[in-house]
């Protein structure tokens, strides 16, 4: 059972910068793939980040590319996100997600363990 704890989110103006921490406890971390994942009210869950086990593989939304940058330490147990240049739209509840697989994906069904998400509020 793997436990995830997410934290960094907060209140931001549009332009500016947040870095959210994931902490995961009660696993062999190295084995899972990791992934962001953010829902806004009245909207489904959508896929933003994700990275291999050993930090070799990231893959990133359309959406967010360019912006975002997923990266992980192994030794730690943590998964980051440092989300850049945000905008109004990146508002929404922020979790970080376990897949306990060899192979990175994006569907969150395919996520075995999740944690309770970070508030990102953008402001205009």
């Known amino acids: 059972q793997v436990q995830l704890v997410e934290s960094g989110g907060g209140l931001v103006q549009a332009g500016g910068s947040l870095r959210l921490s994931c902490a995961a406890s009660g696993g062999t971390f190295g084995y899972y793939v990791m992934g962001w994942f953010r829902q806004a009210p009245g909207k489904e869950r959508e896929f933003v980040a994700a990275i291999s086990r050993y930090g070799r593989t990231t893959y990133y939304a359309d959406s967010v590319k360019g912006r975002f940058t997923i990266s992980r330490d192994n030794a730690k147990s943590m998964v980051y996100l440092q989300m850049n240049s945000l905008k109004p739209e990146d508002t929404a509840v922020y979790s970080c997600?376990?897949?306990?697989?060899?192979?990175?994906?994006?569907?969150?069904?395919?996520?075995?363990?999740w944690g309770q998400g970070t508030q990102v509020t953008v402001s205009s």
């Open positions: 997600a376990a897949d306990f697989s060899s192979v990175v994906v994006t569907t969150p069904s395919a996520y075995d363990y």
